[in-house]
């Protein structure tokens, strides 16, 4: 089972249990490898492994990107993480969702301040 932990000044990581051994894993960005992912055993937990990668800056475009984490040569991935920058985000369902929020906490302000002057 890979979880991700989060993503720290350009560092992704990740923690991965359930497998028997040391892991031989790859993370894929547009179906290419990408270098210096590491994995070690985690600290204060039996069996599982740390997984932590640095981001290359040139992958990093506007849209969304997709990033894959299989084991080498395997077909299945163990998971992914997405990271989404530029424009994207305005066509994204969660920015929908912050500025229908960010217009809802105006249309609040608004009536209250309505229901007051009209209340006197």
């Known amino acids: 089972m890979l979880t991700k932990t989060r993503i720290r000044a350009g560092i992704w990581e990740a923690l991965l249990t359930g497998v028997s051994g040391e892991p031989?894993?790859?993370?894929?960005h547009l179906e290419?490898?990408?270098p210096g992912l590491t994995v070690t055993l985690a600290e204060g937990q039996q069996g599982a492994w740390a997984?932590?990668?640095?981001i290359p800056a040139e992958v990093l475009t506007e849209g969304v990107q997709t990033f894959l984490v299989r084991e080498v040569g395997a077909a299945e991935p163990l998971g992914h993480f997405t990271i989404i920058t530029g424009v994207a985000m305005e066509d994204d369902l969660r920015a929908e969702i912050d500025?229908?929020?960010?217009?809802?906490?105006?249309?609040?302000?608004?009536f209250r301040r309505h229901c007051l002057e009209t209340a006197g």
């Open 51 to 54: 997984l932590r990668l640095p």
């Open 32 to 34: 290419q490898p990408l």
């Open 99 to 110: 500025l229908l929020r960010a217009e809802l906490d105006m249309l609040k302000r608004a």
């Open 24 to 28: 031989t894993l790859e993370v894929l």
